[in-house]
């Protein structure tokens, strides 16, 4: 099946920073969609990016769809504490109905 | 509005009850979708229903029953369960189906956490 691969798996920064994610595929996608997952809760869509080369702004969140639409980007500008949580993302219109979804990044804060 | 709302919050069963879940949301959408995630995994597809009509079974077991009784209520029904099938059960919802070049941004709900025993 398809795979997403996302970037990093982890990242410990501290509060303040400025944060980047990434996602690649070998297939090309109509639509990138960035959620955020906190633990024993659903993922929350953050952002959707459309059109290839779309740049994106949610906040302090930046996301970017891709001029070859196989990859994205998400940038976190002065990360805060409650930004601590597991970020996806996902692709659709691979040729699957559901969701194709990165092996997440999960960001935590040092104080 | 964007909730989709799912009961219960947590479910524990033996592996000889029936249980279901429940998934509702009021948002229009014609497309509603069954996810299965495992600890620190992503969600993985398990059913697609499009206009009420379940059009994707991603190879789940029988065990697993989807229902989708009117356009804003999505239910998965639970029997025999082995140990292996707990895990956090997410619903989510599109404004419409996949279509040819067409995709629409999916919100999910909170999930339910299953814990057979």
């Known amino acids: 099946g398809q795979q997403l691969n996302q970037s990093p798996q982890s990242m410990f920064i501290q509060e303040g920073e400025d944060v980047s994610m990434n996602c690649t595929s070998s297939s090309i996608f109509n639509t990138w969609l960035w959620y955020k997952q906190d633990p024993g809760e659903g993922p929350v869509l953050l952002i959707a990016l459309y059109k290839a080369g779309e740049l994106t702004s949610n906040g302090r969140l930046t996301a970017q769809f891709g001029i070859t639409r196989k990859d994205s980007f998400l940038n976190i500008s002065a990360s805060i504490p409650s930004d601590v949580g597991i970020y996806f993302c996902a692709g659709l219109g691979g040729g699957a109905d559901g969701l194709t979804f990165g092996k997440g990044t999960h960001l935590i804060i040092q104080p | 509005d964007t909730e989709v709302t799912q009961t219960p919050k947590h479910l524990v069963m033996g592996m000889t009850n029936k249980k279901s879940l429940k998934c509702e949301q009021h948002?229009?959408?014609?497309?509603m979708y069954w996810y299965k995630q495992k600890a620190k995994k992503p969600p993985e597809l398990m059913f697609v229903?499009?206009?009420?009509?379940?059009?994707i079974n991603e190879s789940v077991p029988s065990r697993f029953s989807p229902e989708c009784p009117n356009s804003s209520l999505l239910n998965l029904h639970l029997h025999a369960l082995q140990p292996e099938d707990s895990a956090l059960y997410l619903c989510?919802?599109?404004?419409?189906?996949?279509?040819?070049?067409?995709?629409?941004?999916?919100?999910f709900g909170p999930g339910t956490r299953l814990t057979v025993t």
């Open positions: 229903y499009s206009y009420e009509k379940l059009s």
């Open positions: 948002m229009g959408h014609r497309a």
């Open positions: 989510a919802s599109s404004q419409a189906p996949q279509g040819a070049g067409i995709s629409y941004e999916q919100y």
